[in-house]
């Protein structure tokens, strides 16, 4: 494959060795470029020849450099091809319980592991092929995020509809000896995956510390739009408590035995047990922030350091915040921290039920605009309405149902701040005009 050069910096070494816009970069020291990845690996070399092609005519281009130079090549897309979709059908997939008629990039399952490298996102390792497994070895490219959801090889295939679900294990093995770093998330499905199961997975994930350096594991979310799916049960507070009970048992063996627990239940998981939340220690580094394992603990202490370091003074605020229903009573909590430091701070919490998605879904990130206003038209009489930032998509503008924070500012008549998981930009946006 080759990539269409959309930008060259100006006098950087391709510039100089006139290398233009629209011209096509076939190879780097006759290795094909397919990707950003490829592009990156090679261009660190201090002698770079690049083929390249001007108007179907190739020429290639000898260029002496710095070993960390750029070329000073820019492309049109991070991965220069079409970003890779899952090829599973997952018995708890949340693509598949989506609704009709919402935006279609909703509906997109992305399984790549480019994006695995470069933004963080869980791989499956099924799209995978013994090339794939020599470029990330070879590249170095670290750390691999997978959902492995079971190490047990025939029920990986059965919760993944896919025949080459558990065949695709043994690739864990082969980075890990090969000394990549590797993150895991197991998402479990009552009476599935959990028990004796989860026991199996997380006993033969520990053999791969410690290139495996953390495992989350979390519930399956259940929409209402399950017409025609696998038929599957909720936790509750005693299959939850199993959870957390053999999780935590079997991290504390590892913490003992080599120093790590490395096997985290994720929030979600003591909220349905109806348990307190662990301490900020059980933690440690917090390597599952993204899987929501911590984050009510570190926002919780990140608040409690903020609200430490601000004197109390005399202010008059009135302010709203929105979030959902797992995570209202902790935001309740430290809004009570505040006003009692801030006599003059005026803060009401409200719970937003997820009618959209239906009652089993409780997570402030899937909240949407239209079941914000129906939960606040005409209750909501503050100055200002805060929100946690994972309502809206990453541009900050609309909620997953396409209602945008301009149709939720004139609705309410308010102005609408997002805030951030983190425990001093809350105390800042609560406090501060």
Not at 71 to 89: A, H, V
Not at 291 to 314: C, I, Q, W
Not at 382 to 410: N, T
């Amino acid at each position: 494959m080759s990539v269409k050069i959309e930008n060259v910096a100006r006098g950087s070494y391709c510039a100089k060795a006139g290398i233009a816009p629209g011209d096509i970069l076939v190879a780097i020291n006759g290795n094909e470029i397919n990707d950003i990845l490829d592009f990156r690996f090679y261009e660190t070399d201090r002698h770079c020849t690049l083929t390249v092609e001007t108007d179907g005519n190739e020429r290639t281009v000898e260029i002496e450099k710095g070993q960390y130079d750029s070329l000073g090549l820019d492309f049109s897309t991070y991965l220069m091809d079409k970003q890779k979709s899952c090829t599973n059908k997952c018995i708890f997939c949340f693509i598949d319980q989506l609704p009709k008629g919402m935006r279609e990039s909703l509906y997109f399952k992305d399984d790549d592991s480019r994006l695995s490298f470069l933004f963080g996102n869980y791989i499956t390792l099924t799209n995978l092929t013994d090339k794939d497994i020599d470029r990330i070895i070879k590249m170095k490219i670290s750390p691999v995020n997978v959902s492995v959801h079971t190490t047990d090889p025939l029920l990986r295939c059965k919760m993944m509809n896919n025949r080459f679900a558990g065949d695709k294990l043994k690739y864990l093995k082969r980075l890990a000896d090969a000394g990549i770093k590797i993150n895991c998330q197991l998402v479990l499905c009552p009476g599935i995956n959990d028990g004796q199961q989860l026991v199996r997975s997380l006993t033969d994930l520990s053999y791969l510390y410690p290139a495996v350096e953390s495992v989350a594991c979390v519930p399956l979310g259940l929409t209402k739009y399950r017409e025609g799916l696998e038929p599957l049960v909720p936790y509750n507070e005693q299959t939850a408590a199993a959870v957390i009970d053999t999780v935590e048992e079997l991290g504390g063996m590892m913490l003992e035995s080599v120093g790590t627990r490395l096997f985290y239940p994720s929030d979600e998981f003591y909220i349905l047990a109806n348990r307190p939340l662990p301490d900020q220690s059980f933690y440690e580094s917090y390597p599952q922030l993204e899987n929501g394992v911590g984050m009510l603990t570190l926002l919780e202490n990140e608040f409690s350091d903020a609200l430490e370091s601000r004197e109390p003074d005399d202010i008059q605020r009135s302010v709203c915040i929105a979030t959902g229903e797992a995570a209202y009573p902790y935001i309740c909590r430290l809004v009570d921290m505040a006003k009692e430091k801030w006599r003059g701070l005026d803060c009401n919490v409200f719970l937003i039920k997820n009618d959209f998605f239906g009652p089993l879904i409780t997570v402030a990130g899937l909240v949407t605009g239209g079941d914000l206003l129906k939960n606040l038209q005409g209750k909501c009489s503050a100055k200002k309405l805060l929100i946690p930032a994972v309502m809206l998509r990453s541009e900050g503008d609309l909620f997953l149902d396409s209602v945008s924070v301009d149709d939720v500012e004139k609705a309410l008549g308010i102005p609408v701040t997002a805030v951030p998981n983190d425990g001093w930009e809350l105390l800042d946006a609560l406090l501060d005009d």
